[in-house]
C-alpha cells in the first residue's frame, strides 16, 4: 500500500535561507507524487506534480522538488525563503481506482514551515 | 476553466444539530470528488470520495454521511453534529476521466465550530 512520511513537523529558516522539507514515500508502482501548500484558513494549492520523465520537477513560487526513486525521496527545495513561505505544506502520493475511474491522494502529515526575518 | 466553490466559509453550531455542507464544480464533468476534515494542528482525513452520481465510498466509520445528487454537487451532512465533528473541512475534484497522475483541486474550506 501507498504512504507517504514527512520528516519534521515544524521546519524553521531565516529569511534568504535554503528551504529543505522532507518527503519519503512507499509505494508498490511507479509513484505519482505531489506537494501542496496550505496557507491559514484556506485550502490546499498545488505547488509541483511529478508523474514521469525528468526527476527534477519545477514548481510555483520558486519551489522545485527532485524524485530519487533509490532514495524513495521526494523533498521540496527553494534556494531562498520568503517571509510569503510561511505556511503548511503537504506531500501526497498518487492511487488509482480500479476500473481507471481516477484516483485518490495519500497525504503525509504536513510540515509547519516558519520564515525567520 | 474550471472551478469549485464551498460554502458557508464559516459555521458555527450547536452539539446535536444537524449539518449541510455543500460543494459544487463548474467547467468539467464526472469529476472525482472528496471531502477531507483537518483538525487543529493535524494532517488531512479523506473522509468520503465519489467517482458518480449517486456513488459515495466513506473512509473512516464515523457521524457524517456524503450525498453526490447532481454530476457536480456534493454534499456533506450530519443528523446530530457531536463536538469532535469541529474541524476545518475542505472539497476537492480531480478530472475522473484520466490516469491517478493528476492533482486534486481544492475548494477554500469550511471552518466548523461545534459548542
Known amino acids: 500500500a501507498q504512504s507517504v512520511t514527512q520528516l519534521g513537523s515544524h521546519v524553521s529558516v531565516s529569511e534568504g535561507a535554503l528551504v529543505l522539507l522532507r518527503c519519503n514515500y512507499s509505494s508498490s508502482v511507479p509513484p505519482y507524487l505531489f506537494w501542496y501548500v496550505q496557507y491559514p484558513n484556506q485550502g490546499l494549492q498545488l505547488l509541483l506534480k511529478?508523474?514521469?520523465?525528468?526527476?527534477l520537477v519545477k514548481g510555483i513560487n520558486g519551489f522545485e522538488a527532485e524524485f530519487k526513486k533509490s532514495e524513495t525521496s521526494f523533498h521540496l527545495t527553494k534556494p531562498s525563503a520568503h517571509m510569503s513561505d510561511a505556511a503548511e505544506y503537504f506531500c501526497?502520493?498518487?492511487?488509482?481506482?480500479?476500473?481507471?475511474?481516477?484516483?485518490?491522494?495519500?497525504f503525509g502529515q504536513g510540515t509547519e514551515l516558519s520564515v525567520k526575518p | 476553466s474550471q472551478t469549485i466553490h464551498q460554502w458557508p466559509a464559516t459555521l458555527v453550531q450547536p452539539v446535536g444539530s444537524p449539518l449541510s455542507l455543500e460543494c459544487t464544480v463548474e467547467?468539467?464533468?464526472?469529476?472525482?470528488l472528496y471531502w477531507y476534515r483537518q483538525a487543529a494542528g493535524r494532517g488531512l482525513q479523506l473522509l468520503f470520495y465519489s467517482v458518480g452520481i449517486g456513488q459515495i465510498s466513506s473512509e473512516v466509520p464515523q457521524n457524517l454521511s456524503a450525498s453526490r445528487p447532481q454530476d457536480r454537487q456534493f454534499i456533506l451532512s450530519s443528523k446530530k453534529l457531536l463536538l469532535s465533528d469541529s474541524g476545518f473541512y475542505l472539497c476537492a475534484w480531480r478530472d475522473g476521466r484520466v490516469s491517478a497522475g493528476q492533482p486534486q483541486h481544492f475548494g477554500d474550506g469550511t471552518r466548523l465550530s461545534i459548542l
Open positions: 511529478y508523474t514521469t520523465g525528468a526527476t
Open positions: 501526497a502520493v498518487s492511487v488509482a481506482f480500479s476500473g481507471n475511474q481516477g484516483g485518490k491522494l495519500i
Open positions: 467547467g468539467t464533468s464526472n469529476p472525482n
